[in-house]
């Protein structure tokens, strides 16, 4: 199983990126998809998710901001993210959850600055 995180990149204050999560080796449809982040120094943060009965929540941080989507037929998920903020500035990383097993990508370097 592989999750290939990208997307990342630097962008000003106020600006947007739409991140990609790619997996392979893993039956997509019905997969818990999840997108964290970790800001240098600072601990593992959850950002959005999609739950199991296929409801979306967001992190109070991301709420309005971010949106999360998936796109069962590419096995990949979205995270939409707009009104970037210096503080969003952080490793993004995808999560994928099937049953009992967990999988994580490499992550997206993600920077906000001007």
């Known amino acids: 199983v592989q999750l290939q995180a990208s997307g990342g990149g630097l962008v000003q204050p106020g600006g947007s990126l739409r991140l990609s999560c790619a997996t392979s080796g893993i039956m997509f449809s019905g997969t818990i998809m999840n997108w964290y982040r970790q800001a240098l120094g600072k601990p593992l943060e959850w950002v959005a998710g999609f739950l199991p009965e296929g409801n979306i929540t967001y992190a109070d941080s991301a709420q309005g901001r971010f949106t999360i989507s998936r796109d069962d037929a590419k096995n990949t998920a979205f995270l939409q993210m707009t009104s970037l903020k210096p503080e969003d500035t952080a490793v993004y990383l995808c999560?994928?959850?099937?049953?009992?097993?967990?999988?994580w990508g490499q992550g997206t370097q993600v920077t906000v600055s001007s």
């Open positions: 999560y994928a959850r099937r049953g009992t097993f967990q999988y």
